[in-house]
């Protein structure tokens, strides 16, 4: 079985309950023919390869980028604060407008907020249903008596969006399998990096 499919099992045993956060070999039956593969794929491997982070001996989690200023991020327990949004919408999406090693800001807010409250939005149709896509498109060559063309916002949810967006030959969907990005913020980081691309967007 190709390594990218074994990776993309044990993030979706994790990811929808069937495997606790923290895992073992012991866990995917489907490796009882290669026990190291968690380990060879675990941080500090020497390869770029690195999907796991051993928390203990024989004892891993999925790994996960970073956040950086700009990327969504939601509360793990919205309840336990009062975050006064100068749009008035309350749903669990932020974007972070500041990053420090102890708390962050967040745009429309000036609620700071700790960063050991703070989890990564999951690719699910639930948790980022309000996320949508919005690219920047070049602007089109009017003549002197040409009205511009009228542009209207797609405020579909951006999963489904991507399915009608390509590069290469393939949608921007099978991009994201392609990598096993599993959260929105990874998403973010994969259009900027490749297209400089800040498309996503709260639907506020």
């Known amino acids: 079985m190709r390594q990218k499919n074994l990776i993309q099992q044990i993030r979706n045993a994790v990811n929808t309950g069937i ?22 794929h675990a941080v500090g491997n020497g390869h770029d390869s690195e999907y796991f982070v051993r928390i203990a001996l024989g004892l891993y989690k999925l790994k996960m980028e970073p956040f950086r200023k700009g990327d969504f991020i939601r509360l793990k327990d919205i309840t336990k604060y009062h975050i006064d949004r100068f749009s008035g919408i ?6 972070i407008l500041k990053l420090k090693d102890d708390y962050i800001e967040v745009r429309g807010s000036k609620a700071r907020l700790p960063v050991s409250e703070i989890e990564p939005i999951l690719i699910n149709e639930k ?7 919005d ?7 009017i003549g002197p008596n040409e009205r511009p ?25 099978e991009h994201i399998k392609e990598r096993n990005l599993q959260y929105v913020h990874e998403v973010q980081h994969f259009l900027h990096d490749r297209f400089h691309d800040y498309g996503l967007k709260i639907n506020l």
């Open 19 to 40: 495997v606790k956060e923290q895992f073992n070999s012991k866990d995917f039956p489907f490796l009882s023919k290669s026990p190291s593969f968690l380990a060879k």
């Open 90 to 95: 309350d749903i669990n999406v932020f974007e």
């Open 127 to 133: 948790d980022d249903l309000q996320i949508y896509y």
């Open 135 to 141: 690219p920047i498109i070049a602007a089109s060559v």
């Open 149 to 173: 063309p009228i542009r209207n916002t797609d405020y579909s949810y951006f999963y489904y969006h991507f399915k009608r967006c390509f590069y290469k030959d393939k949608n921007y969907q």
